[in-house]
């Protein structure tokens, strides 16, 4: 039997929206109107640009949306400046949905839940917290804090503005690395910034960032009393199949295409170093 998820299925882009100077988002739906599958948060796809290449990204937009899917893409390799050169009316392929997402069901229900992200890394978790904010009777207070290198690079601004800040008992707290003519907020890196909360160590934390965010953010949340078991993060940068196939995404025993990419951190301690 044909696994479903292996076979391409042909979008079309309906949208494109410049988020920042190199990150776009993209909405896609089917040739007839709908959307092309179901996913859940933390979920990956593989969008491809035929005769061209193609790339593993996150799904950005929550499960709860039922008609399209969307893609923030950042421009950084061949592909994805391929992908941004593209307007409305695209047909792309796309297929999915891979990998172990986020226990939203699980683990996170009733929870208080932090989120803490850093440049593109917001877009991961935009997903989850999307879900969250649709199923708002089923989890706790819920703290968002998210730094750039500068104001330019908040992904999502203007829904953060404009629709989680407004959410009940949900907190959002934003900084950017260095001081910028026209931010009067916080001024500074995120692993120092969670610390400086004093965030309660009782939360769920979830983290998508650069590597080296993640390691120190990961150092204070420890600091401040968090358990390894309530700490969750992704690490699709190395998947590239997304069926454990190629072996670029194997870490010791585990492929982060299908183990992955949401790992918990005492998880993380049984890989080995080289990761």
């Known amino acids: 039997m044909i696994n479903e998820n292996l076979i391409p299925k042909i979008g079309v882009v309906t949208d494109i929206r410049k988020d920042t100077p190199d990150v776009k988002t993209f909405r896609v739906v089917g040739t007839d109107g709908k959307k092309l599958f179901e996913h859940?948060?933390?979920q990956c796809a593989m969008v491809s640009i035929p005769g061209e290449g193609e790339c593993m990204f996150s799904i950005?937009?929550?499960p709860t949306n039922k008609e399209y899917m969307e893609f923030s893409i950042k421009k950084c390799g061949c592909v994805t400046e391929v992908i941004h050169s593209i307007e409305v009316g695209q047909m792309i392929t796309v297929r999915g949905p891979y990998g172990r997402n986020f226990p939203v069901e699980g683990d996170f229900r009733g929870k208080d839940l932090l989120f803490i992200a850093g440049g593109i890394g917001l877009a991961p978790l935009r997903s989850v917290i999307n879900y969250v904010r649709d199923n708002r009777s089923n989890y706790g207070k819920v703290v968002v804090v998210y730094g750039a290198r500068s104001m330019d690079d908040l992904v999502d601004i203007e829904e953060i503005k404009t629709q989680w800040v407004k959410e009940p008992n949900f907190e959002v707290y934003l900084t950017i690395d260095r001081p910028q003519e026209g931010w009067d907020g916080h001024v500074g890196f995120v692993p120092a910034y969670v610390k400086e909360l004093?965030?309660?160590p009782n939360m769920t934390a979830v983290l998508c960032g650069p590597p080296i965010m993640i390691k120190f953010t990961l150092a204070g949340l420890l600091?401040?009393?968090?358990?390894?078991?309530r700490?969750?993060?992704t690490l699709e940068l190395r998947m590239k199949c997304g069926i454990g196939k190629c072996g670029r995404c194997n870490v010791g025993n585990k492929f982060v295409c299908k183990d992955g990419p949401v790992f918990r951190m005492d998880e993380l301690d049984e890989l080995p170093d080289e990761y």
């Open 223 to 229: 600091e401040l009393g968090f358990s390894k078991e």
């Open 198 to 200: 004093g965030l309660d």
């Open 40 to 42: 859940l948060p933390g």
């Open 231 to 233: 700490v969750y993060t």
């Open 60 to 62: 950005t937009s929550s």
